[in-house]
C-alpha cells in the first residue's frame, strides 16, 4: 500500500529519501512527504499528488542539510488525499515525526481520550494520533515511549519515527504490515519494501511482529514489544531484486508482459528436474505430509484469485480432489470448515496482502496444512506457510499484474499435475505429455506474443468510446473471463463484468444492446459449441463481439468477425495464453484512453490493509 522510506548516514539524507520514495512509489501515489531531522529541530515538506510534485516544492523549499530522515508515499484509507493528511505527521510539540503504513482500527477512540487530555488535531488521518501518543508516552526513553504506545494500538501499522532529541538514530517498528530494515558501511536505513534497499544496503533484516529497531550509522538494536533488546540476523540482499528498469519498454506493464515467457520459465525449472516434477520434495522438505489431503481450499484477492479459478478447475479435473477457492477477504469471515486434511493455498505475488495473509492465519489456526504461491522471497506469506513455492517472476512494478500471474498460473498447473501423480487419478503417459506441455509453455507464451499483439493492438480501438464491456466463457475460459474484464478496467476504467457464457440470459443480457462490448474467450473445445451458442446469443442483440479462440478452430468459427487466435495446447493451459491477449488488449486500450499505465487512479501494488 504505502511505501516507507527512512536513512541515516554521512550523506545528505533528502537525495536517498527521494530516491527511495521512487522505488516505492508503485505503492501508492497520490500524496508524498519527507521529516528531516536538523539542528534539533524536524523539518516536514509534504504535499498531495505524486512524488514529481513533492520534488518541486524540495526545488523551492529546501529542507536544511540533514543526514537523518524518512519519507512516505501515501494511497489513502482515512482522510482526503491532501497535504495535511499526507505523512509524515508531527507530534504536537513537534518532536516526534512518523509515518505509518497501515490502518489504526482504534483511532477514533484514542483521539478521544487524547482530545480529553488536552491534545489537538487538525486532520483526518488514523496516523496523526501516533506522534501524539508517542510525545504522551515518552519519559525520556524512545524506546518505551514506542512500546507503551504500539500497546494501546489495534490494527495494522510499519512505522518510521524521527525524534528530535536524538540525532543518531532512526526508530521503527510494525504489527502486519512489512518493514524491511537495512544496513551498509556507515548507514542505516528503513524500507516498506525491500526494491527501495537494494541499491544502498548490502544486508537487510524483516522486522516481527511488534518488534521496534534503533537504526544507527553504525548498526542496529533490535527490541521486542516490551522494550528488551532481541537478537535479529542480517541476510545478504539479493541483487537479482535490482531490475526495476524499463529497458526501453515505454511502460512497466508492457516490458512485464513481454518478460512472461522468462518468468514461466524461471518459475518451473526449480520444479521440475530431467522431466520429473520436484514439487514432493518441496513438500517432504518442509514436512508436511500430503498423502492425507482429501480436499483443497485456494484463497487470494484480484488477479491472484483468478489464478486460484484456474487452479480450482485444473486440480479437481486431474487429481480429483476437491478443490474450493475463496477470495480471501471473504474466506477470513464466512468460518469456513478446516481441518488438518485440508490443504489451503494461498496465492499472492507480493506475499503481503493483508487479507490473503489473514486468511493464511486462520488456516494456521483451525490446523490446516498451507502452501502459499509467493513472487516476493522473505515476504511474511512466504515465512508463515508451512510451504513454498516461488513464482520467480523478479519484480513487478505495473500495477496491473502481468507476468506474476503467468508465473502463478504455472505452479497451478504443476501442483494439479503432481497432485494426479500422487493420487494416481491419470495415466501416467497422459500426465507426462501434459508436464511436457507445460515444459514448453514459455514458448506458446512467446508465440503468442509475437502473433497477437498488432490485432490486439487493432481491436482495443473497439473498447474506445465504451463505456461497458462484458466479458464471456465457460469452465477455465470462464476463469480467463474473470482475469480479463479486471484488466482492461483497472487501467482503462471501462466498466467491465466478466459472466459465465451460460448465465448471461438469466438477467445481465437485458444490458446488451447494439454495439455493446461482448470479448467471448472461446478456447476450451470441450465446451465450444455451448460458449458459441451464447455468442450468437449476443450477437443476435446487435453485440459488437471479440472472439478469442484456439488456432485449429479458425476455419469453423470463419463466420465471426474480429477473432484472436492463439496457439493449440492442452486445454488446461489455454489461460495463460488468454491472458496474453487479455493483458495486451487492456495495455492498447489505456495507451489509446492516454491513461497512466503503470500507476492507475486509485490503485497500490501491495494491499496491506483490508
Ligand atoms: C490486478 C492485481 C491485483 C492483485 C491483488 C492481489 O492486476 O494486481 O488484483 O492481484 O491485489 O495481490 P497479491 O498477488 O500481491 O496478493
Redesign the pocket.
Known amino acids: 500500500m504505502c511505501g516507507i522510506i527512512g536513512y541515516i548516514g554521512n550523506k545528505l539524507a533528502v537525495p536517498y529519501l527521494l530516491k527511495g520514495l521512487h522505488d516505492l512509489e508503485y505503492r501508492g501515489y497520490d500524496s508524498a512527504g519527507i521529516a528531516v531531522l536538523a539542528d534539533n529541530e524536524i523539518e516536514v515538506r509534504k504535499t498531495e499528488g505524486r512524488l514529481s510534485a513533492l520534488e518541486k516544492l524540495m526545488d523551492k523549499k529546501p529542507t536544511k542539510n540533514a543526514t537523518i530522515g524518512i519519507g512516505h508515499t501515501r494511497w489513502a484509507t482515512h482522510g482526503k488525499a491532501d497535504s495535511l493528511n499526507a505523512h509524515p505527521h508531527l507530534s504536537e510539540n513537534k518532536r516526534f515525526a512518523v509515518v505509518h503504513n497501515g490502518i489504526i482500527e482504534n483511532h477514533a477512540s484514542l483521539q478521544k481520550m487524547l482530545e480529553r487530555e488536552g491534545y489537538h488535531f487538525i486532520g483526518q488521518t488514523d496516523t496523526q494520533i501516533i506522534p501524539t501518543l508517542l510525545e504522551r508516552n515518552y519519559n525520556g526513553d524512545v524506546i518505551n515511549a514506542i512500546s507503551d504506545t504500539i500497546k494501546m494500538l489495534d490494527g495494522s501499522f510499519a512505522l518510521a519515527i524521527l525524534f528530535v532529541g536524538d540525532t543518531e538514530n532512526i526508530y521503527c517498528t510494525c504489527r502486519s504490515s512489512p518493514l524491511i530494515v537495512g544496513i551498509s558501511k556507515g548507514s542505516g536505513h528503513i524500507a516498506s519494501d525491500e526494491t527501495a534497499l537494494v541499491r544502498v544496503a548490502s544486508q537487510s533484516v524483516r522486522l516481527g511482529k511488534d518488534e521496534i529497531a534503533k537504526v544507527s550509522r553504525d548498526g542496529v538494536s533490535f527490541f521486542d514489544e516490551n522494550g528488551k533488546p532481541v537478537k535479529k540476523a542480517f541476510k545478504k540482499i539479493e541483487r537479482s531484486t535490482l531490475d526495476i528498469q524499463k529497458n526501453g519498454y515505454e511502460h512497466f506493464m508492457l516490458k512485464e508482459i513481454y518478460e512472461q515467457p522468462k518468468a514461466i520459465k524461471d518459475t518451473i525449472r526449480p520444479l521440475i528436474e530431467n522431466g520429473k516434477l520436484r514439487i514432493g520434495e518441496y513438500f517432504r522438505e518442509s514436512g508436511m505430509d500430503t498423502g492425507s489431503i482429501n480436499r483443497i481450499c485456494i484463497t487470494?484477492?484480484?488477479?491472484?484469485y483468478h489464478t486460484g479459478l484456474v487452479g480450482k478447475h485444473v486440480i479437481e479435473r486431474l487429481a480429483k480432489v476437491p478443490v474450493e477457492c475463496d477470495i480471501a477477504s471473504e474466506f477470513r469471515y464466512r468460518q469456513p470448515l478446516l481441518d488438518e486434511n485440508t490443504l489451503v493455498i494461498v496465492?499472492?505475488?507480493?506475499g503481503?496482502?493483508a487479507d490473503?495473509l489473514a486468511a493464511l492465519r486462520l488456516a494456521k489456526d483451525k490446523k490446516a496444512k498451507t502452501l502459499s504461491v509467493v513472487n516476493v522471497p522473505s515476504s511474511a506469506i512466504a515465512e508463515e506457510s508451512d510451504c513454498v513455492l516461488y513464482t520467480r517472476a523478479g519484480p513487478e512494478i505495473a500495477?496491473?499484474?502481468t507476468k506474476?500471474y503467468s508465473a502463478q498460473l504455472s505452479v497451478l498447473y504443476l501442483l494439479a499435475v503432481h497432485f494426479a501423480f500422487e493420487k494416481k487419478t491419470e495415466k501416467k503417459e497422459e500426465l507426462d505429455a501434459l508436464l511436457g506441455h507445460i515444459i514448453n509453455l514459455p514458448g506458446l507464451v512467446e508465440k503468442t506474443l509475437k502473433k497477437t499483439a498488432e490485432i490486439c493492438k487493432e481491436y482495443s480501438k473497439i473498447f474506445i468510446g465504451s463505456e461497458h464491456a462484458y466479458f464471456i466463457g465457460r469452465s477455465l475460459d470462464y476463469a480467463s473471463a474473470c482475469e480479463a474484464a479486471?484488466?482492461i478496467k483497472?487501467i482503462s476504467y471501462i466498466h467491465c463484468e466478466a459472466y459465465a457464457a451460460g448465465e448471461l440470459k438469466h438477467g445481465t443480457i437485458s444490458l446488451i444492446e447494439k454495439d455493446t462490448v461482448v470479448v467471448a474467450h472461446a478456447c476450451c473445445k470441450s465446451i465450444l459449441k455451448k460458449t458459441l451458442s451464447n455468442v450468437m446469443e449476443v450477437i443476435a442483440r446487435g453485440a459488437k463481439v471479440i472472439l478469442i479462440a484456439c488456432e485449429s478452430d479458425r476455419e469453423i468459427l470463419s463466420e465471426f468477425d474480429n477473432c484472436i487466435f492463439v496457439p493449440d495446447t492442452s486445454e488446461y493451459l489455454l489461460p495463460s495464453l488468454e491472458a496474453v491477449v487479455s493483458q495486451l488488449l487492456s495495455y492498447y486500450t489505456a495507451k489509446g484512453l492516454g491513461n497512466d499505465i503503470d500507476k492507475p487512479r486509485n490503485l497500490a501494488k501491495?494491499?496491506t490493509v483490508e
Not at 487470494?300 to 491472484?304: D, M, Q, R, V, Y
Not at 496465492?347 to 507480493?350: A, K, L, R, V
Open positions: 487470494a484477492c484480484g488477479s491472484a496465492i499472492s505475488q507480493s503481503e496482502t490473503s500495477v496491473a499484474t506474476a479486471l484488466k483497472e501491495s494491499v
